[in-house]
């Protein structure tokens, strides 16, 4: 597949990865109270009870690839357990792709090259590299906290004037997580050996260990980070939401960065979200034309 084809892959599954994800920590300002982490669940599910079963809104997209960086204008359109759309429209007001995103499906059309890919999503997977997650990309544009389950039990902390859960894996597996990620935000903390962390990660995969961390406003209770790493795949993703509206827009995030990484290549990617719209129905029309052929 041409670059093109990649940058366009990219888009649909960097902002939906199913894969699981970072800044230097200050002192930890005096004036913060420690609150319990049933506490802090308790409200930031307060402040994260809106539920939009529509979402539309024009999006500039950055990537950072491995292989250089990409910019392009696109359209997001949304419909709650149901499907996302994308449009990806550079220049001049031409479509350029395509992307269907269902739960348990990717369409994607290359209009630039006549190809197009439509598999489940293990054959997406398999083709890409990441696995797509529908509503794993929802929550990220509502600015929600990714994967968080208030049946588990986390750990509470403060950390650069703000609270922080942790998942309550073991302490060992949380040092991992720190170490295979692309900074370390563990204060006063000292890297594993080679020898112990490769043990440790072996296991992390025994045990399918996951380690989730959710960096929480003081003020608002919003969400502000998500952090994920997949011990068991050695991977990690770290989804920020950077910058959000006011109460216009229900604050949803206006700026979300999420970066993915595995040994030996990251990616990122920024999206700058403007004129959101919460009112439907969406039409997400996606025909392929006779003449495009499967992508290679």
């Keep these: 597949m041409n670059g093109t084809g ?14 699981k994800s970072s800044k230097p920590i200050p002192i930890i300002k005096p004036e913060l109270p420690a609150r319990s982490s049933e506490k802090l669940i308790e409200r930031l599910l307060t402040a994260h009870t809106d ?6 809104a024009k999006a500039s997209v950055d990537l950072e690839l491995p292989d250089g960086g990409k910019s ?3 359209q997001i359109r949304s419909v709650r357990d149901s499907a996302a759309w994308i449009s990806v429209v550079p220049a001049l007001g031409i479509e350029v792709a395509r992307i269907l995103i269902t739960s348990d499906s990717l369409k994607l059309m290359d209009k630039v090259n006549d190809q197009f890919f439509v598999g489940d999503t293990a054959a997406a997977t398999r083709k890409f590299g990441l696995q797509p997650s529908l509503d794993l ?7 929600r906290p990714i994967g968080l389950d208030p049946n588990e039990k986390y750990r509470s902390d403060r950390e650069d004037g703000q609270y922080v859960l942790t998942s309550k894996e073991k302490r060992r597996f949380v040092r991992a997580a720190e170490d295979i990620s692309p900074s ?8 594993m ?6 043990r440790t990660l072996c296991k992390a995969e025994e045990k399918e260990a996951i380690v989730l961390r959710y960096w929480i406003e003081p003020d608002s209770f919003r969400v502000s980070r998500v952090q994920i790493a997949d011990l068991m795949r050695d991977q990690t993703a770290d989804v920020r939401y950077e910058e959000r509206g006011g109460p216009d827009t229900h604050h949803l995030p206006t700026r979300i960065r999420i970066t993915l990484s595995e040994p030996g290549r990251q990616a990122s990617g920024v999206l700058d979200l403007s004129r959101i719209e919460l009112s439907g129905p969406l039409q997400m029309s996606f025909r392929i034309p006779e ?6």
């Design 6 to 19: 990649k940058a366009i892959a990219l888009v649909a599954l960097l902002f939906a990865a199913g894969c």
């Design 193 to 198: 050996k080679e020898k112990r962390l490769e």
């Design 51 to 56: 539920t939009f079963r529509y979402y539309s």
């Design 72 to 74: 392009f204008k696109a």
């Design 137 to 143: 990309f929802q929550q990220a544009l509502l600015g």
């Design 184 to 191: 370390d935000t563990l204060a006063r903390d000292r890297d």
């Design 291 to 296: 003449k495009f052929t499967p992508m290679p």
